[in-house]
């Protein structure tokens, strides 16, 4: 952490004495800063926002107003352990999102860099979010999910524990989120069906044409053909050039516990 040059915290705002603040960083009014929170160069918490305790933001991350992070864990395992929240460079947390510490399970609830939470969002305890996740309003992760990088979650969505969802892929809103969500896919539904890739979003992130075209061919084998999911994974594994986005799509639903959604 570099030596504090520029630091605005406005009278009303409290802050633990244990916390530690980086350059050109902003507190509104009636913030409140728990202890062993650490706060990132150019960072900003909106007025009364919440850092309970033991919280690391990354540079130039945005809290909005009345958001609450680094709460206790709900869940009823916890034993006030030493635990975190983790929020990378460049997030957005909007207004009243709640982030849970992690328990002894994981110890940290971490958020990856670019990210962007709308209000009303809820992280539980021991979830993992890629660099540059959207997830919109209203829309609840119970506790142990992982999403990787870029995917998008629509709105007042809810994501049953350990679950998974895959990079790339997009989730429409209201959707019941009860198995894993592969890798580069659309779905939407109660309960959570697919319906096929996520095209456009995956050309505006400049996948080209080629592997589409491997990405539509896997996705045929495994969910639109007669073959059943196991025998789908080998005949595209097979028959399907082995590109890295290939293989993650195959190793992906090979390893899931929860299964996966048609």
Known sequence: MSAVTSVRIHPSALVDPSAELGNDVEIGPWVIVGSQCTIGDGSKLAARSVLERNVRLGARVQVGIGAVLGGDPQDLKYRGEETWVEIGDETTIREYATVNRGTAHSITTRVGQRCFLMSYV????????????????????????????????????????????????????????????????????????????????????????????????????????????SQGVEKARAEVEALPEVDHFLSFIEASQRGVGF
């Not at 829309?139 to 998008?152: F, P, S």
């Not at 007042?156 to 894993?180: N, T, W």
């Not at 592997?211 to 007669?226: G, P």
Request: charged share 20%; with cysteine.
């Open 122 to 229: 809820h992280l539980a305890h021991d979830c993992a979010l890629g660099d540059g996740v959207i997830i919109s309003n209203g829309t609840q992760l119970a506790g142990h999910v992982h999403v990787e990088d870029r995917a998008t979650i629509s709105g007042l969505c809810a994501v049953h524990q350990f679950a998974r969802i895959g990079k790339h892929a997009f989730i429409g809103g209201c959707s019941r989120v009860a198995q894993d969500v592969p890798p580069y896919v659309r779905a939407v539904g109660n309960p959570i069906k697919l319906f096929g890739l996520n095209t456009v979003g995956l050309q505006r992130s400049g996948f080209d044409d080629g592997v589409l075209r491997a990405l539509k061919s896997a996705y045929r084998f495994c969910f639109r053909s007669d073959l059943n999911l």
